[in-house]
Nanobody, 127 residues
């Protein structure tokens, strides 16, 4: 059974930090790029960041560059999203997602190629 289990969301003040984790199981970790989308009510899901597990290549949305770092632990089959200098506009439900590594791009991150989704975790940044 494929699972992406997220943890680490919560409430934080503006300027604070959170670290999200996504533990993967049920598929070949190294064959995928794993990352995070976020969504607020009434808007489309936005690609935030992803990492290709085979070689560590990364993608970051312009809105988070310099504030967010994605990393992975291949032995634990877990991907981490370290979020610093959080802003109220970062408030959203964050979804972990797995995309086949062949569809990875360093220039965009699209829902169209996602094979597996996590259940989502709420991140709320207060002003």
């Amino acid at each position: 059974e494929v699972q992406l289990v997220e943890s680490g969301g919560g409430l934080v003040q503006a300027g604070g930090s959170l670290r999200l984790s996504c533990a993967a199981s049920g598929f070949i970790f190294d064959d995928y790029a794993i990352g995070w989308f976020r969504q607020v009510p009434g808007k489309e899901r936005e690609g935030v960041s992803c990492i290709r597990n085979s070689d560590g290549s990364t993608y970051y949305a312009d809105s988070v560059k310099g504030r967010i770092t994605i990393s992975r632990d291949n032995a634990k089959k877990t991907v981490y999203l370290q979020m610093n200098s959080l802003k109220p506009e970062d408030t959203a439900v964050y979804y972990c997602a797995a995309t086949p590594g062949t569809f990875y791009s360093g220039y965009y991150y699209s829902v169209a190629y996602v094979h597996y989704w996590g259940q989502g975790t709420q991140v709320t940044v207060s002003s």
